[in-house]
């Protein structure tokens, strides 16, 4: 029997590793003209080991204005819902539940259906893209999606549902990578991680954490994710009440920064973050 050629070989190889690469997830949206959206590779997985800059300056605020190729803005709309912005003018809106306070229709909205507040069954046909924590069909979600200059995917977690069971892959961390910047959001996370998801997950600038302390899980597993993923900016979210909110800042204040904003909208980028990793608390909670 012939030996296949070197040729075949290779070429036989290269399609295995796209097979593992892609996994089975249902084809998305993606703007083809876009270069991303031919090889959407990670850069918070591949910088997650690399070392941090040497010095970073304080966080900027900013409520208006054009953003840069460099930016990000994040505007705190309430409970665990957040508009982000990219310097290429997509608009996210995370754990989205058809709230009016956002402002105009985003492109893409995250949801995870733990709470009817975090969550529509009825979403604006106009948003473009509405990529949920779950999967209806059963498993797990599969998200790996390039918007312009937004590459946004999930990392599955469990939920408990309304009888106290857990739910397998019933949540989502989604995760936003912008402008060189990698912004997670915990959604709502009912446990613990484990070393897999911590590597899934990758590095993070910037972390959104439920802070209510019951619904989601206790303040001593929420502050161990926030110490160990260590991103340079923790915004509490989800904190049904000041009470809540000052128990965990005042514990994360043992090794964080704390600063308390006076605008529920901030703009960042790679050279504006902290030095050293902050809690910083948006009005709104």
Partial sequence: MPRPSARLVVLAAAWCVLAVQT????????QAQDPLARAPVSQCLAMASAPQPPYRAPVVMAATGALSPHDVR????GHSTFRIE???GVTIATDYNGYAGIEGVPRV???NHAHSSHYTAFPDPEIEYVLRGWNPDGGAAK???VVDDVLIRNV???IRNDFGIMEVDGNSIFIFEIAGLCLGHLGHLHHRLTDAHYAMIG????LFVPVDGTYTMGHAGMIDIAKRVRA???IPMHAFGPGRLSQFVSAMGEVFDVELSQTPTITISQNTLPQLPKVLVLPGY
């Fill in 23 to 30: 996994g089975s997830a249902a084809p998305l949206r993606v």
């Fill in 74 to 77: 994040i505007t705190y709309v």
């Fill in 86 to 88: 990219s310097g290429g």
């Fill in 109 to 111: 909205v995250t949801m």
């Fill in 143 to 145: 998200h790996r999606l």
């Fill in 156 to 158: 599955p977690t469990d």
């Fill in 203 to 206: 590095r993070l600038d910037v």
């Fill in 232 to 234: 340079s900016l923790l």
